[in-house]
């Protein structure tokens, strides 16, 4: 682990900006919330931010393939708090009829690339897929 590419991976999670690694380039939003300081530190380490970023990317998705492969889905339960969705309980649902089962006691349920993609989304962008699949129950899931 580096320290420096862990603090400023920190920074920018607490300035609620999301990376999106595309070697060479990496992309960073909103870009609004980028302060010329971090921006400078994300220029100086970039490589290194983009290697960390794309294992973590190549992690995940292998750990995607695995659910799927096992038809295992996340239910959620979240609650809004000040700084946007917390989720208050989370647990894993094996089969559709654990699926129906999840959505009737309230919980929404996310198919891994659903919580591949959800991963990915600024905290606004969070909450619209979170009140999508509220609206919509089951009868809706999101793809890549």
């Excluded at 198919?111 to 600024?122: F, N």
Aim: proline share 6%.
């Amino acid at each position: 682990m580096n320290d420096v590419i862990d603090t400023i991976l920190l920074e920018t999670q607490a300035a609620g900006l999301i990376l999106d690694p595309e070697p060479p380039k990496l992309f960073v939003r909103p870009e609004e919330r980028l302060t010329p300081e971090l921006e400078e530190r994300l220029r100086q380490h970039k490589p290194a931010i983009i290697e960390r970023l794309e294992g973590q990317r190549r992690e995940l998705e292998a750990s995607m393939k695995r659910l799927e492969a096992a038809d295992i889905s996340f239910a959620i339960i979240m609650t809004e708090t000040d700084g946007g969705l917390a989720i208050t309980q989370q647990y894993p649902v094996q089969g559709e009829e654990a699926k129906r089962r999840a959505w009737a006691s309230g919980a929404i349920v996310f198919h891994p690339d659903e919580m591949y993609a959800y991963v990915r989304l600024t905290q606004r962008e969070r909450k619209m897929l979170h009140e999508f699949k509220k609206r919509f129950d089951t009868t809706v899931r999101c793809t890549r």
